[in-house]
Protein backbone atom coordinates (compact mmCIF):
# COMPACT_ATOMS: atom_id res chain seq x y z
CA UNK A 1 0.00 0.00 0.00
CA UNK A 2 3.01 2.30 0.83
CA UNK A 3 4.49 1.59 -2.75
CA UNK A 4 1.59 2.15 -4.30
CA UNK A 5 0.89 5.37 -2.22
CA UNK A 6 4.09 6.97 -3.17
CA UNK A 7 4.14 5.86 -7.20
CA UNK A 8 0.60 7.73 -6.85
CA UNK A 9 2.17 10.72 -5.04
CA UNK A 10 5.16 11.22 -7.68
CA UNK A 11 2.78 10.51 -10.59
CA UNK A 12 -0.12 12.69 -9.72
CA UNK A 13 2.08 15.76 -9.03
CA UNK A 14 3.94 15.32 -11.86
CA UNK A 15 0.49 15.57 -13.63
CA UNK A 16 -0.06 18.52 -11.81
CA UNK A 17 3.02 20.40 -12.25
CA UNK A 18 2.40 19.49 -16.40
CA UNK A 19 -0.61 21.04 -16.25
CA UNK A 20 0.46 23.95 -14.19
CA UNK A 21 3.66 24.21 -16.39
CA UNK A 22 0.94 24.36 -20.04
CA UNK A 23 -1.55 27.14 -18.22
CA UNK A 24 1.80 29.77 -17.52
CA UNK A 25 2.28 29.16 -13.75
CA UNK A 26 2.53 33.00 -13.10
CA UNK A 27 -1.30 33.22 -14.13
CA UNK A 28 -1.72 29.74 -10.95
CA UNK A 29 -2.33 30.92 -6.75
CA UNK A 30 -0.25 29.72 -4.12
CA UNK A 31 -1.50 26.46 -3.94
CA UNK A 32 -1.14 25.39 -7.69
CA UNK A 33 2.45 26.86 -7.52
CA UNK A 34 3.70 24.85 -4.37
CA UNK A 35 1.61 21.73 -5.80
CA UNK A 36 3.97 22.27 -8.80
CA UNK A 37 6.95 22.62 -6.50
CA UNK A 38 6.18 19.64 -4.79
CA UNK A 39 6.52 17.89 -7.72
CA UNK A 40 9.68 18.47 -8.70
CA UNK A 41 10.84 18.29 -4.87
CA UNK A 42 9.62 14.74 -5.05
CA UNK A 43 10.55 13.70 -8.42
CA UNK A 44 14.13 15.16 -8.05
CA UNK A 45 14.75 15.18 -4.09
CA UNK A 46 16.51 18.43 -2.60
CA UNK A 47 19.53 17.85 -4.33
CA UNK A 48 19.81 18.03 -7.86
CA UNK A 49 19.84 21.11 -10.02
CA UNK A 50 16.35 20.58 -11.17
CA UNK A 51 15.15 21.24 -7.54
CA UNK A 52 15.90 24.66 -7.62
CA UNK A 53 13.39 25.47 -10.14
CA UNK A 54 10.28 23.55 -7.43
CA UNK A 55 12.14 25.67 -4.42
CA UNK A 56 11.72 29.13 -6.73
CA UNK A 57 7.57 28.06 -7.15
CA UNK A 58 7.51 27.75 -3.73
CA UNK A 59 9.11 31.30 -2.93
CA UNK A 60 6.49 32.49 -5.23
CA UNK A 61 4.16 30.67 -3.41
CA UNK A 62 4.77 32.05 -0.43
CA UNK A 63 4.99 35.61 -1.62
CA UNK A 64 1.13 34.87 -2.33
CA UNK A 65 0.13 33.23 0.30
CA UNK A 66 2.85 33.32 3.40
CA UNK A 67 1.14 30.54 5.28
CA UNK A 68 1.46 28.31 2.50
CA UNK A 69 2.22 25.10 4.24
CA UNK A 70 3.22 22.83 1.23
CA UNK A 71 6.09 25.73 0.58
CA UNK A 72 7.03 26.55 3.47
CA UNK A 73 7.69 22.79 4.56
CA UNK A 74 9.76 21.98 1.09
CA UNK A 75 11.82 25.85 1.69
CA UNK A 76 12.45 24.52 4.93
CA UNK A 77 14.02 21.11 3.03
CA UNK A 78 16.35 23.21 1.25
CA UNK A 79 18.04 25.09 4.47
CA UNK A 80 18.15 21.61 6.12
CA UNK A 81 20.02 19.66 3.85
CA UNK A 82 22.74 22.26 3.19
CA UNK A 83 23.14 21.13 6.40
CA UNK A 84 22.66 17.19 7.24
CA UNK A 85 24.23 17.07 3.30
CA UNK A 86 27.89 18.37 4.64
CA UNK A 87 27.22 22.01 2.60
CA UNK A 88 26.22 24.49 5.03
CA UNK A 89 28.37 27.84 4.00
CA UNK A 90 26.51 29.53 7.38
CA UNK A 91 25.33 26.63 9.85
CA UNK A 92 23.59 28.73 12.16
CA UNK A 93 22.34 30.84 9.68
CA UNK A 94 20.64 27.96 7.99
CA UNK A 95 19.32 26.17 11.08
CA UNK A 96 17.52 29.40 12.15
CA UNK A 97 15.79 29.78 8.74
CA UNK A 98 14.66 26.45 8.41
CA UNK A 99 13.61 26.54 12.19
CA UNK A 100 11.56 29.60 11.16
CA UNK A 101 9.94 28.14 8.34
CA UNK A 102 8.91 24.82 9.69
CA UNK A 103 7.06 27.15 12.46
CA UNK A 104 5.11 28.88 10.20
CA UNK A 105 4.00 25.62 8.59
CA UNK A 106 2.86 24.13 12.34
CA UNK A 107 1.21 27.40 13.10
CA UNK A 108 -0.39 27.25 9.77
CA UNK A 109 -1.23 23.45 9.98
CA UNK A 110 -0.77 21.41 13.05
CA UNK A 111 -1.66 18.44 11.14
CA UNK A 112 0.42 18.73 7.96
CA UNK A 113 2.82 15.94 6.80
CA UNK A 114 5.22 18.46 5.13
CA UNK A 115 4.99 20.29 8.44
CA UNK A 116 6.11 17.91 10.70
CA UNK A 117 8.67 16.34 8.62
CA UNK A 118 10.27 20.17 7.90
CA UNK A 119 9.94 20.24 11.90
CA UNK A 120 11.75 16.81 12.05
CA UNK A 121 14.80 17.87 9.68
CA UNK A 122 15.24 20.88 11.36
CA UNK A 123 15.45 18.84 14.80
CA UNK A 124 18.20 16.82 13.12
CA UNK A 125 20.51 19.55 11.62
CA UNK A 126 19.91 20.69 16.34
CA UNK A 127 21.14 17.67 17.20
CA UNK A 128 17.84 16.78 18.60
CA UNK A 129 17.39 13.39 17.63
CA UNK A 130 14.88 11.45 19.91
CA UNK A 131 12.52 14.65 19.43
CA UNK A 132 13.20 13.97 15.42
CA UNK A 133 12.26 10.54 15.16
CA UNK A 134 8.80 11.62 16.91
CA UNK A 135 8.19 14.48 14.40
CA UNK A 136 9.18 11.94 11.58
CA UNK A 137 6.58 9.41 13.04
CA UNK A 138 3.64 11.64 13.16
CA UNK A 139 4.40 12.81 9.81
CA UNK A 140 4.21 9.14 8.46
CA UNK A 141 1.09 8.47 10.50
CA UNK A 142 -0.04 11.25 8.78
CA UNK A 143 0.75 10.32 4.91
CA UNK A 144 2.59 6.93 5.36
CA UNK A 145 3.69 7.22 1.57
CA UNK A 146 5.63 10.30 2.47
CA UNK A 147 9.07 8.70 1.55
CA UNK A 148 11.23 12.11 2.97
CA UNK A 149 10.37 10.96 6.40
CA UNK A 150 11.73 7.88 6.32
CA UNK A 151 15.42 9.86 5.54
CA UNK A 152 14.87 11.31 9.07
CA UNK A 153 14.96 7.77 10.86
CA UNK A 154 17.66 6.86 9.42
CA UNK A 155 19.82 10.32 10.51
CA UNK A 156 18.48 10.64 13.75
CA UNK A 157 19.32 6.31 14.24
CA UNK A 158 23.07 7.16 12.98
CA UNK A 159 22.96 10.18 15.65
CA UNK A 160 21.60 7.77 18.09
CA UNK A 161 24.51 5.38 17.89
CA UNK A 162 22.03 2.54 16.04
CA UNK A 163 23.66 1.68 12.41
CA UNK A 164 21.69 -1.07 12.57
CA UNK A 165 17.92 0.34 12.76
CA UNK A 166 19.73 2.76 9.89
CA UNK A 167 19.85 -0.05 7.61
CA UNK A 168 16.58 -1.14 8.29
CA UNK A 169 14.90 1.72 7.59
CA UNK A 170 16.89 2.73 4.31
CA UNK A 171 16.29 -1.21 2.97
CA UNK A 172 12.63 -1.12 3.42
CA UNK A 173 12.69 2.32 1.56
CA UNK A 174 14.43 -0.06 -1.24
CA UNK A 175 11.83 -2.19 -0.80
CA UNK A 176 8.85 0.31 -0.51
CA UNK A 177 9.73 2.04 -3.92
CA UNK A 178 12.32 0.74 -5.81
CA UNK A 179 12.54 2.78 -9.08
CA UNK A 180 12.65 6.24 -6.60
CA UNK A 181 14.01 9.02 -7.84
CA UNK A 182 15.22 9.86 -3.68
CA UNK A 183 17.50 6.98 -3.42
CA UNK A 184 20.36 8.36 -3.23
CA UNK A 185 19.40 9.28 -0.31
CA UNK A 186 18.99 5.99 1.11
CA UNK A 187 22.00 4.18 -0.61
CA UNK A 188 23.82 7.12 1.32
CA UNK A 189 22.13 6.34 4.73
CA UNK A 190 23.03 3.08 4.50
CA UNK A 191 26.92 3.43 3.76
CA UNK A 192 27.14 5.70 6.61
CA UNK A 193 25.96 2.55 8.37
CA UNK A 194 28.16 0.43 7.09
CA UNK A 195 31.08 2.82 7.68
CA UNK A 196 29.89 3.00 11.48
CA UNK A 197 30.16 -1.04 11.53
CA UNK A 198 33.53 -1.00 9.64
CA UNK A 199 31.66 -2.80 7.07
CA UNK A 200 33.59 -0.44 4.45
CA UNK A 201 33.47 -2.22 0.89
CA UNK A 202 29.75 -2.48 1.74
CA UNK A 203 29.57 1.14 2.35
CA UNK A 204 31.72 1.24 -1.22
CA UNK A 205 29.16 -0.22 -2.76
CA UNK A 206 25.93 1.84 -1.67
CA UNK A 207 27.79 4.95 -2.26
CA UNK A 208 28.11 4.05 -6.10
CA UNK A 209 24.83 3.62 -6.11
CA UNK A 210 24.36 6.69 -4.56
CA UNK A 211 26.93 8.65 -6.97
CA UNK A 212 25.39 6.94 -9.81
CA UNK A 213 21.51 7.84 -9.43
CA UNK A 214 22.18 11.68 -8.47
CA UNK A 215 25.89 12.44 -9.15
CA UNK A 216 24.84 15.68 -8.19
CA UNK A 217 24.83 15.26 -4.86
CA UNK A 218 27.94 16.29 -3.25
CA UNK A 219 27.82 14.43 0.09
CA UNK A 220 27.42 10.89 -1.40
CA UNK A 221 30.50 11.57 -3.46
CA UNK A 222 32.27 13.11 -0.52
CA UNK A 223 31.34 10.16 1.53
CA UNK A 224 32.58 8.00 -1.49
CA UNK A 225 35.98 9.47 -1.32
CA UNK A 226 36.00 8.17 2.27
CA UNK A 227 34.77 4.81 2.05
CA UNK A 228 37.02 4.03 -1.60
CA UNK A 229 40.29 5.05 1.07
CA UNK A 230 39.62 3.31 3.94
CA UNK A 231 38.56 0.32 1.81
CA UNK A 232 42.55 0.62 1.08
CA UNK A 233 41.48 1.71 -2.88
CA UNK A 234 44.20 4.36 -2.53
CA UNK A 235 43.93 5.50 -5.70
CA UNK A 236 39.97 4.90 -6.67
CA UNK A 237 39.61 7.66 -3.74
CA UNK A 238 42.09 10.03 -5.23
CA UNK A 239 40.18 9.87 -8.38
CA UNK A 240 37.11 10.20 -6.38
CA UNK A 241 38.33 13.21 -4.54
CA UNK A 242 38.96 15.03 -7.85
CA UNK A 243 35.45 14.34 -8.49
CA UNK A 244 34.14 15.32 -5.87
CA UNK A 245 35.88 18.81 -5.90
CA UNK A 246 35.19 19.30 -9.10
CA UNK A 247 31.18 19.55 -7.74
CA UNK A 248 29.19 22.90 -8.62
CA UNK A 249 27.69 22.49 -5.14
CA UNK A 250 30.62 21.29 -3.11
CA UNK A 251 31.02 24.56 -1.13
CA UNK A 252 32.89 22.24 1.91
CA UNK A 253 36.62 21.65 0.69
CA UNK A 254 38.48 20.94 3.33
CA UNK A 255 38.17 18.30 6.49
CA UNK A 256 37.74 21.24 8.94
CA UNK A 257 34.88 22.43 6.63
CA UNK A 258 33.05 18.42 7.06
CA UNK A 259 34.27 18.35 10.78
CA UNK A 260 31.58 21.76 11.63
CA UNK A 261 28.66 19.75 9.95
CA UNK A 262 28.41 17.17 12.48
CA UNK A 263 24.85 17.01 13.96
CA UNK A 264 25.54 14.53 17.27
CA UNK A 265 27.20 14.37 20.19
CA UNK A 266 26.82 10.32 20.63
CA UNK A 267 29.86 8.52 21.05
CA UNK A 268 29.34 5.87 18.23
CA UNK A 269 28.73 8.65 15.73
CA UNK A 270 31.29 10.41 16.25
CA UNK A 271 33.57 7.95 15.78
CA UNK A 272 31.76 7.29 12.47
CA UNK A 273 32.69 10.99 11.60
CA UNK A 274 36.37 10.48 12.61
CA UNK A 275 36.70 7.78 10.57
CA UNK A 276 35.28 9.26 7.50
CA UNK A 277 38.02 12.18 7.91
CA UNK A 278 40.66 9.99 8.16
CA UNK A 279 39.02 8.35 5.20
CA UNK A 280 39.26 11.71 3.49
CA UNK A 281 42.80 12.72 4.82
CA UNK A 282 44.09 9.69 3.49
CA UNK A 283 42.40 10.52 -0.29
CA UNK A 284 44.47 13.75 -0.11
CA UNK A 285 41.80 16.35 1.18
CA UNK A 286 43.76 19.27 2.62
CA UNK A 287 42.75 19.58 6.31
CA UNK A 288 42.37 23.85 6.98
Not at 50 to 65: N, V
Not at 131 to 143: D, G, M, V
Request: charged fraction near 25%.
Amino acid sequence: MTRLARTLQIELTALESSRISRAAAENHGAEDLALAGEAIYLRYGPSRGESEIGFGLCERALAIDPNNVRALGILAERTTTRVTGMQSIDRDADIRCSDELAARALAADPNSYHAHHAKARVLVAQKRADEALIEAERSLRLNPGFIPSYLVLCQANLMLGLPKKAIEHARKVKRLSPPDPYLYVFHTQEALAHIMLHEDDLAVACLQQAVANNPEFPAASGYLVAALALSEKATEAQKQLDRYLSLRDAHVRTIAGWRRMAYSEDPAYLALRERIYEGLRKAGMAEQ
